[in-house]
């Protein structure tokens, strides 16, 4: 999660046990898809996915066994532990990448009631935060089954990897 006051980053966190987070704010600052400072001066607290590219991971493990240090076993626990180290010089040189995916709180004239999980993240990007590329407006259930199918046809292409797709879902009467 990160917070801004004002456009300004302020605090981010981790999921951590699902109750409670754990503050890595000076690690956050280091990740240089993060703006420090959004294109307009709101107060919003988003989440997203911290990662390393599939390319990055390779050339991270391929500079590690060089210096002869041990290979990471994936990307995305190298990427959650990059997040967590306790000095953020280390976080620092690592690849780390993000996606920001959801908005979770926000200034009231920020989103209006009308907006889609789609049209907010289009809002997102032009705040400045790097936001999920893949992303497809549905207006049917069978589009949606297509846009999945689609999705699991060019993940071996994509540029970082992922678990699967989400559906965000609005009923329009």
């Known amino acids: 999660a990160l917070e801004y006051k004002n456009g300004i980053f302020v605090q981010g966190a981790t999921r951590g046990n699902g109750l409670v987070g754990e503050d ?6 280091t990740v240089r898809s993060i703006p ?3 294109k307009e001066p709101i107060n919003i607290i988003v989440r997203g996915e911290i990662f390393i590219g599939k390319k990055e991971f390779d050339e991270l493990n391929e500079a590690r066994m060089a210096d ?8 995305r626990n190298a990427a959650a532990g ?17 996606f920001i995916f959801n908005v ?9 009631s009308e907006n889609s999980h789609f049209t907010e993240l289009d809002k997102l990007q032009k705040l400045g935060f790097n936001v999920v590329p893949v992303r497809t407006l549905c ?12 999705i699991g ?14 559906l965000s879902l609005i009923h329009i009467s």
């Open 139 to 150: 207006s049917t259930i069978d589009e949606a089954i297509e846009a999945i199918k689609k």
């Open 36 to 38: 420090h400072k959004l």
């Open 104 to 112: 979770q709180k926000y200034d009231e004239d920020t989103f209006d």
């Open 82 to 98: 990059s997040l967590r180290q306790m000095d953020s010089k280390v976080t620092a040189t690592r690849p780390l990448d993000i």
């Open 153 to 166: 046809e060019d993940r071996e292409n994509l540029s970082f990897g992922i678990d699967g797709a989400v």
């Open 68 to 75: 002869e240090e041990e290979r990471f076993a994936n990307a």
């Open 24 to 29: 890595v704010t000076d690690n956050l600052k």
